[in-house]
């Protein structure tokens, strides 16, 4: 998620991360974090208890709000265990951005 805010936003950017705090989903926050160089100490990012795996990102150039798609949700929660992680975590990371999120952009 974070990576795509970058690509696409420039200058500083903030986050907003919609999974609450409570694992596995915050993880998420882990991974906006480091994709996006939005931090806690810095203070350009918050989370929400929406409990959904969403994040929004703004700068001045705009926003960008990235949700994962109800279907890989499903997919991950439905086939994830100790002895597959790595096998999903690997499937995800060479998934195109389109077939894992819905991406609405805003000027």
Do not use: W, Y
Request: with cysteine.
């Amino acid at each position: 998620m974070g990576q795509i805010a970058r690509s696409e936003l420039k200058g500083k950017i903030k986050a907003i991360v919609f999974t609450g705090s409570k694992t596995p989903l915050s993880c998420v926050i882990d991974g906006v974090q480091f994709s996006s160089g939005c931090t806690m100490g810095k203070g350009n990012i918050s989370v929400k208890d929406d409990f959904i795996a969403k994040a929004s990102f703004s700068s001045v150039e705009g926003s960008i709000e990235i949700e994962l798609r109800e279907d890989v949700k499903h997919d991950i929660d439905s086939t994830m265990s100790h002895e597959t992680e790595e096998q999903i975590a690997l499937s995800i990371h060479r998934a195109s951005a389109d077939s894992m999120f819905l991406i609405k952009r805003a000027p």
